[in-house]
């Protein structure tokens, strides 16, 4: 089983709708959770933080997360264009040096004026 | 916010030589630095944890020997792809978080990317 799981896509939705993004971790003890956003070609960037079960909202960006399901997801609400990226989720996982984050695989997101 | 540079942003080398990628923390410093690895649609994969003043930590499955990891100073670590081939051409990304921040917060350099000819 991977540590952290999406599915690739690509996920289409019009200029407008509520975008859906879903991720799935396997080690219970991560504690942090993050979503990037990833424009080809660049480094990620991090749109969201959550630590805490339940929902964490930012601007069009809800995060919401269910521990005990191991389960995170990310809704973008009133997608635009600029919003077409790949989004990783990452979680954080204790190494010998510290913490580092896993990334899952990434979700294609393409939204069409 | 906190900046992280890379250097250089792309680099072409021949087979068999060896290059050298910079990852700088501009307005913090960082005891840890995590250098990540993404092949073409595949996700970053952790390749080690540069560690100020003492050896760097691999993962699993990532040659030591090979990938040359020396984090010389607060806000400097150094990857060093040691006789290229073409599978190592990889987009290289690295990762800083702030002393302050603590680990849950990183701040990712721009990649370098690698093509091995």
């Known amino acids: 089983q991977k540590e952290v799981e999406q599915n690739s896509g690509p996920l289409s939705v019009p200029e407008g709708a509520i975008a859906s993004l879903n991720c799935t971790y396997s080690?219970?003890?991560?504690?942090?959770f993050f979503w990037y956003r990833q424009y080809s070609g660049k480094s990620p960037e991090l749109i969201m933080s959550?630590?805490?079960?339940g929902d964490k909202e930012d601007g069009r960006f809800t995060a919401q997360l269910n521990k005990a399901s191991q389960y995170v997801s990310l809704l973008i609400r009133d997608s635009q264009p600029s919003d077409s990226a790949t989004y990783l989720c990452a979680v954080n996982k204790f190494i010998q040096a510290g913490t580092a984050l896993i990334f899952g695989k990434g979700t294609t997101l393409s939204v069409s004026s | 916010g906190a900046v992280v540079s890379q250097h250089p942003s792309w680099v072409i080398c021949k087979s068999g030589t060896s290059v050298k990628i910079e990852c700088r923390s501009l307005?913090?410093?960082?005891?840890?630095m995590f250098w990540y690895r993404q092949f073409p649609k595949q996700s970053l994969m952790l390749m080690a944890t540069?560690?100020?003043?003492?050896?760097?930590?691999?993962e699993q499955g990532v040659e030591k020997d090979k990938f040359l990891i020396n984090h010389a100073s607060l806000t400097l670590s150094t990857l060093t792809v040691t006789s290229a081939h073409p599978e190592d051409s990889s987009f290289y990304i690295c990762?800083?978080?702030?002393?302050?921040?603590?680990?849950?917060?990183?701040?990712f350099g721009p990649g370098t990317r690698l093509t091995v000819l």
């Open positions: 080690d219970r003890g991560s504690q942090s």
């Open positions: 307005d913090f410093q960082a005891t840890t």
């Open positions: 959550i630590y805490s079960n």
């Open positions: 540069s560690n100020e003043g003492s050896k760097a930590t691999y």
């Open positions: 990762s800083a978080p702030p002393l302050q921040g603590g680990t849950d917060t990183q701040y």
